[in-house]
């Protein structure tokens, strides 16, 4: 949960900031408004990639991704409380490298990391967002297995860190987040 901590006079916010717990009048002055918890709920991500082999062991992929986050802000005064519903939708473009460990087994094994850019599409509830766009690189490892001839499963753990964020994006101010991937893979060759 976020809370909302004393006020920065030196560095004011716009006037409009929500969800900091403080404001700007138009008058320049700074004024404490009622505190802010954020309620996040875990993102959702669909997508579909295509990777060419650089060598036996690399491999570069690229694709494209939707992805859903969703939350609510609870803002509270004086005894009483309200939630305000948020949903954000993004399209995104995730770009990976993959070493594979053991290239020719039935279970393969690889590391990885990546870059995406993120743009907000739709927002539910909320003022816009001050970064429609969002920009993070990931580091991940995975495994898949060969279950028919070129169909295989995958499991990819992922770490990954936002270079922007916006108020309402990225998990409600937390830049870092852990995700777990999970899919098919079909060989085109």
């Known amino acids: 949960m976020f809370a909302a901590g004393p006020v920065d006079s030196s560095n004011p916010p716009s006037y409009s900031d929500p969800g900091y717990g403080h404001s700007a009048k138009p008058d320049g002055n700074v004024s404490q408004a009622p505190s802010a918890d954020r309620a996040p709920v ?8 295509a990777a060419v082999p650089l060598s036996r062991r690399w491999t570069l992929a690229a694709g494209l991704e939707y992805t859903q986050r969703a ?3 609870v803002q509270s005064a004086a005894g009483s409380s309200s ?3 948020v949903t954000l939708h993004y399209l995104g473009v995730p770009l990976d490298l993959h070493c594979y460990l053991n290239p020719d087994d039935r279970l393969r094994v690889w590391l990885g990391g ?5 743009k907000a599409i739709h927002v ?5 967002l001050r970064d429609p766009v969002l920009c993070s690189w990931n580091l991940q490892a995975g495994a898949d297995l060969r279950v028919l001839p070129g169909v295989r499963i995958y499991l990819s753990p992922a770490l990954t860190r936002y270079l922007n964020h916006s108020a309402y994006a990225v998990s409600w101010d937390e830049r870092s987040n ?4 999970a899919g098919l893979s079909f060989d085109l060759k």
């Open 114 to 118: 990546g870059l995406k850019a993120e």
């Open 71 to 73: 939350g609510a802000v």
């Open 42 to 49: 875990f993102p959702v991500s669909v997508g579909i990639s």
């Open 124 to 128: 539910t509830g909320a003022a816009p």
């Open 83 to 85: 939630a305000q519903s």
């Open 178 to 181: 852990f995700s777990l991937r």
